[in-house]
């Protein structure tokens, strides 16, 4: 599987923005897919999860109720929308893909293909 993030751009704080993961390659419905984020200077922090079938997904705390995870397995495509951002949303956006189906996973070592991230820049 290969992964292509894109979407990202510099919004305003309070707009929405939506992310988009196209994975190419072998079929990626089995997999749990993830969104990671990093910021200048900080480690690579967990955003949020999906499962295989989409029915379940996990998100951060400091996420939870602005960000939402969905994928379309007939376009091997996966989504994040985000809402309200902030100005500490600011940071690359990574997709991933878990080798095994579990959105509680989130740590990076859990997952073992990578996008090329996506640069997502949110001013005040």
């Known amino acids: 599987v290969q992964l292509q993030a894109s979407g990202g751009g510099l919004v305003q704080a309070g707009a929405p923005l939506r992310l988009s993961c196209a994975a190419s390659g072998r079929t990626f419905s089995s997999n749990t897919m993830g969104w990671f984020r990093q910021a200048p200077g900080k480690e690579r922090e967990f955003v949020a999860a999906i499962s295989w079938s989409g029915r379940i997904t996990y998100y951060a705390d400091s996420v939870k109720g602005r960000f939402t995870i969905s994928r379309d397995n007939a376009r091997n495509t996966v989504y994040l929308q985000m809402n309200s951002l902030k100005p500490e949303d600011t940071a690359v956006y990574y997709c991933?893909?878990?080798?095994?189906?579990?959105?509680?996973?989130?740590?990076?070592?859990?997952?073992?293909?990578w996008g090329q991230g996506t640069q997502v820049t949110v001013s005040s």
């Open positions: 991933a893909a878990a080798p095994i189906d579990n959105p509680q996973v989130v740590v990076t070592t859990g997952y073992s293909v």
